[in-house]
């Protein structure tokens, strides 16, 4: 079963991130597709890089996958970044620290020459929220197919 944002968890992220404007326009596309992650992450992506779409490549992999795949290499040995993590999951009613986990993926990004802006890393963010970081880092590592959708 492929994770999927909730309206209700919605509503709380926009509650939380109102005054956040890229977090906006993610749980807007996020709502579009029925909390669906990749195909909003998707869709982002190419609005943000003005491309109509992407072709699935031969390999079946999704620029999600990938993506996913690129940023576990990066995130999970990063071990301030698991503690940003750890802090929100502490508190997870704080804004600060939940705009603060999106400012640091694209950081991250930046330094990992993935562009990715505060859009998509809010959707990015989310996901990884909502399966949580370890199952990230050390479940879903064993099979790409697993971080499909």
Known sequence: MEPILTPAEM???????QDYAPAQAALAM???????????????WG???????????????????VTL???????CGNDGLRAQFKDYTK???SAPLLTGLIVAIVSLGASSGIPIDPSIAT???L?????????????TEA???TVDR
């Open 47 to 65: 609005e943000n890089n003005n491309l109509e779409s992407f072709a699935q490549p031969k390999s079946g992999k999704s620029l999600w996958q």
């Open 123 to 125: 959707i990015i963010v």
């Open 30 to 44: 996020l709502e579009k597709h029925n909390g669906r992650f990749d195909d909003s992450f998707d869709e982002l």
């Open 69 to 75: 795949k690129t940023l576990r290499a990066e995130l």
């Open 91 to 93: 508190n997870p009613g």
């Open 143 to 145: 099979s790409d197919s």
């Open 127 to 139: 996901y990884l929220l909502k399966i949580g970081l370890n199952i990230f880092c050390e479940y």
């Open 11 to 17: 509503n709380e992220k926009r509650q939380m991130l």
